[in-house]
């Protein structure tokens, strides 16, 4: 089993930055893709980034692209989102997930563990 914990969500006025941070504990870290997504009200789940195993290879949602960065430390089992340039349409429900088999990807199916999401707002 792997737990996740999201935290670093909060209240953010429009242009503002956020860093959120995923804990990881139980099954190993390292050798697994991680991915955050979010969910917006009366949305779907969305992707926003992922990163492997190793951090070499990145993934992002167009709507991120150059505003949001994506890295790890497989020491502190710790993912984070940087997030810079925060829009309205950005606040939702974000959420970290772990794959332990298979590439980096963008699907929410394909992920094997979910933490409980925290919550992003962006006033503007």
């Known amino acids: 089993q792997v737990q996740l914990v999201e935290s670093g969500g909060g209240l953010v006025q429009a242009g503002g930055s956020l860093r959120l941070s995923c804990a990881a504990s139980?099954?190993?870290?390292?050798?697994?893709?991680m991915g955050w997504f979010r969910q917006a009200p009366g949305k779907e789940r969305e992707f926003v980034a992922a990163?492997?195993?190793?951090?070499?290879?990145?993934l992002y949602a167009d709507s991120v692209k150059g505003r949001f960065t994506i890295s790890r430390d497989n020491a502190k089992n710790t993912v984070y989102l940087q997030m810079n340039g925060l829009k309205p349409e950005d606040a939702a429900v974000y959420y970290c997930?772990?794959?332990?088999?298979?590439?980096?990807?963008?699907?929410?199916?394909?992920?094997?563990?979910w933490g409980q999401g925290t919550q992003v707002t962006v006033s503007s």
């Open positions: 139980g099954r190993t870290f390292s050798g697994n893709t």
């Open positions: 990163v492997s195993w190793n951090g070499g290879d990145t």
């Open positions: 997930a772990a794959r332990f088999l298979g590439s980096i990807t963008v699907v929410a199916g394909r992920y094997d563990y």
